[in-house]
């Protein structure tokens, strides 16, 4: 995500530069930006998940004792992990219709935009069954102490 970050800083930096002091542009690289953005969000929506710091209004959740405090984390991760499941199977048939035209500057198909979604989908699933997987076992630890 840095790495890709970093990209779209310097290009962007070099586009401003040709474009208001040599009247130049680069063909493609308006594009090139683009996609590489949404990767860094597709990918940052996973990670942000896998930190446990999505977005979350909380306000209600506070209000209750803490004892249903896993309880509705849990019931948070279940819904997310099926948001983005349903969003990757939806995604497949778009990305079927759409992926196959050309990007109108670089050529590119635009299965190389669109496939960042499932990617995306695909980190967010994995990040909400690890979590679940670790509440499990911390459920089994306190499980056994007692």
Same mark, same amino acid.
């Given at each position: 995500?840095?790495?890709? +970050?970093? #990209?779209? /800083? =310097?290009?962007? $930096?070099? @586009?401003?530069?040709?474009?208001?002091?040599?009247?130049?542009?680069?063909? %493609?690289?308006?594009?090139?930006?683009?996609?590489?953005?949404?990767?860094?969000?597709?990918?940052?929506?996973?990670?942000?998940?896998?930190?446990?710091?999505?977005?979350?209004?909380?306000?209600?959740?506070?209000?209750?004792?803490?004892?249903?405090?896993?309880?509705?984390?849990?019931?948070? +991760?279940? #819904?997310? /992990? =099926?948001?983005? $499941?349903? @969003?990757?199977?939806?995604?497949?048939?778009?990305?079927?219709?759409?992926? %196959?035209?050309?990007?109108?500057?670089?050529?590119?198909?635009?299965?190389?935009?669109?496939?960042?979604?499932?990617?995306?989908?695909?980190?967010?699933?994995?990040?909400?069954?690890?979590?679940?997987?670790?509440?499990?076992?911390?459920?089994?630890?306190?499980?056994?102490?007692?």
């Amino acid at each position: 995500m840095v790495g890709f +970050l970093f #990209l779209v /800083f =310097t290009i962007t $930096l070099v @586009l401003v530069f040709l474009r208001y002091v040599l009247n130049q542009s680069i063909t %493609g690289a308006n594009e090139i930006v683009t996609i590489l953005f949404i990767y860094t969000t597709a990918i940052g929506a996973a990670v942000s998940i896998g930190k446990n710091e999505h977005i979350a209004i909380d306000v209600f959740v506070n209000i209750l004792p803490s004892k249903f405090h896993k309880t509705i984390k849990l019931l948070q +991760l279940v #819904l997310l /992990f =099926t948001l983005h $499941l349903t @969003l990757f199977i939806y995604c497949l048939d778009w990305i079927n219709k759409t992926g %196959g035209y050309l990007m109108p500057a670089t050529g590119l198909p635009r299965l190389v935009a669109t496939a960042s979604v499932p990617l995306g989908c695909v980190l967010c699933v994995l990040y909400c069954f690890k979590i679940l997987i670790n509440i499990a076992e911390e459920t089994g630890e306190g499980i056994e102490k007692q």
